[in-house]
């Protein structure tokens, strides 16, 4: 593939023509602080082509961090929308399990986590219409979640994206197999994961150098010698 042939890529998205070329996707559509290759903005391109997805409004984006491989994202909106075209779609279901005090687990729809209530995975459940059994994919949070900032505020919500994520593709891999959103543990929040031990190593050298100041002795002040002076006595005249 020759550069001319792959400068731009046009196609429709509800019934709007986006064209896509490697400088509007470096510029636009990638997250970070790398350059993607040509080869990398050509697989993206094809992506949104054939899933006809528009970067400009959020559906896909890529992420770039130095020469690391760029990571394809897509929302999940883009993914529900996705299955939401295909005929035998027929819904899904989803929430969280937790377990309770008195040792109980259960699973319930939604995402909120009472008091009382330890969070221990998500789940969802996806209908077709061509099948007898649903989709069904329960994910522990302890394999999601690495220390990012938004599985720290948000666990609830955040394991349950990637359990419906999980199991739309794994009901539809044909249509939905190369699509991946942000929240699942592979990727990172906004391409770092905040594992902490940069923190914790910042504040062990503040610490260090904190004391070390402590313990160094204090400069005695030096206070300046008298000036000794002599006078000459002066008699007035009588």
Known sequence: MTQNEMQAVSYEVNGQTLTLN?????QFVTKGNGNISQSEAYNFMMLCKYQELNPFTG?????????????????????????????NFEGMES???????????????????????????????VYRADRKMPTYVETSLDECGKGQATWKQMPANMIRKVAQSNALREAFPEELGAMHIEEEPQYSDG?????????????????????KKQEEPKEKEVKPDPIEAEFEEITEPE
């Open 191 to 211: 391409g770092h994961v905040d594992t902490g031990v940069k923190d914790k190593t910042t504040n062990d050298l503040a610490s260090k150098f904190k004391a």
């Open 22 to 26: 490697e400088s509007v996707i470096n």
């Open 59 to 87: 559906d896909a984006y890529l992420i770039k961090f130095g020469n690391n491989p760029a990571q394809q994202i897509v929302s999940k909106e883009a993914l529900l929308k996705r299955a939401n075209r295909q005929k």
């Open 95 to 125: 929430g969280i399990v937790v377990m309770r005090k008195d040792g109980n687990i259960l699973s319930k729809q939604g995402q909120a986590v009472y008091p009382g209530e330890q969070l221990l995975a998500g789940w969802a459940k």
